[in-house]
């Protein structure tokens, strides 16, 4: 029921990325952009490639390519070469239970301690990509934006009112970069 999406340039570290994301029943995770190679404690027939010509632009012409392709009725997006944290799905089950019908934000911890979002505010450097979960409603997703804060770009141009936003103090991803 949700579709996990990892835009990829190739990097080894999706390795890690995948073996992080738990899934349920119903759920896939859809690799986009380069080759990968699943590792062996990875659930094959959960995951699918759809090869697309790397934008070089931090996924995000990777990830606009995607949504078309996406079955889940909820969408979390996640770098490849970020993590989640044990629990993850769990918090996201919760989150689809108690707000079904709009986005939810989660926080993310980088390597150096800091987290985000630091406030209830939909702005440039309290968003990143894999804190958030979208309910897979075509006319309301976003696109995402050609330059260095396009999961930014994603939030302007989705199409919820913000107070259908709900905000969870919950960690779900650990960044691979500061």
């Not at 986009?32 to 659930?43: H, L, Q």
């Not at 919760?94 to 150096?112: L, N």
Request: net charge negative; with cysteine.
């Amino acid at each position: 029921m949700i579709s996990f999406v990892i835009a990829t340039s190739g990097r080894a570290s999706i390795q890690h990325t995948l073996i992080s994301i738990e899934t349920y029943d119903g759920d896939e995770i859809v690799v986009v952009g380069g080759e990968i190679d699943v590792p062996a404690s990875v659930d094959c027939s959960r995951v699918r490639h759809i090869p697309c010509p790397l934008g070089n632009d931090w996924g995000h012409t990777e990830r606009n390519y995607a949504a078309s392709y996406l079955t889940g009725r909820y969408i979390a997006h996640i770098d490849d070469d970020d993590v989640y944290v044990e629990g993850t799905r769990a918090q996201l089950a919760k989150a689809i239970e108690d707000h079904p019908h709009g986005p939810s934000i989660f926080r993310m911890q980088y390597p150096d301690g800091r987290v985000l979002w630091s406030g209830f505010d939909l702005c440039l450097g309290n968003i990143g990509t894999p804190m958030t979960l979208w309910p897979n409603v075509p006319d309301k997703l976003g696109t995402w934006g050609p330059f260095h804060g396009g999961d930014f770009h994603y939030v302007q141009t989705m199409k919820w009112a913000r107070d259908e936003v709900r905000w969870w103090p919950t960690v779900i991803a650990r960044l691979g970069h500061n």
